[in-house]
């Protein structure tokens, strides 16, 4: 296996929240990186909200999350989610990625990231927002 996808959800200053409580639900050990963590502060509402989050629990249930910048508009339900494409081969990472951006709109370039090597996002001609990351352990 070289590739999966995770469910990946948007919140308006409550993915910490969420991801506690996930975890009540399921266990498992939680991973944060806040804005403020990544030096990038000014784009949330609050540094201390979540850039990065992910839930992984020993049964193999995963869940990521984090805080929509406050430059971007978030009603709950619309724009809710992303599919979240995560890959042990580089090579695999960049062809997906030099597919999906045809008639896409790059959101975030593919370059390095506080919880990857190599991760970027973009929202693809049908209107679905991907982020593609190189697994940093294989």
Same mark, same amino acid.
């Given at each position: ?17 969420? @991801? ?17 963590? &990544? ?17 992984? &629990? ?6 990521? &999350? ?33 597919? @999906? ?16 090597? @190599? ?20």
């Amino acid at each position: 296996m070289s590739a999966t996808v995770t469910t990946h959800l948007n919140f308006k200053c409550k993915a910490r929240q969420a @991801l506690t409580f996930y975890k009540s639900v399921f266990g498992g050990q939680l991973s944060v990186v806040t804005y403020a963590d &990544a030096h990038d502060a000014g784009s949330a509402e609050a540094p201390d909200d979540v850039m990065w989050g992910q839930l992984l &629990a020993d049964s193999g249930f995963r869940i990521m &999350a984090y805080d929509v910048q406050s430059a971007k508009s978030w009603h709950p339900g619309e724009n809710a989610m992303y599919v979240v494409v995560e890959e042990t081969k580089e090579d695999n990472v960049v062809s997906y990625w030099s597919k @999906l951006i045809e008639q896409a709109e790059i959101i975030q370039p593919l370059q390095p990231s506080p919880w990857s090597p @190599l991760s970027g996002m973009v929202k693809d001609q049908f209107g679905v927002v991907w982020v593609l990351s190189l697994l940093k352990h294989v």
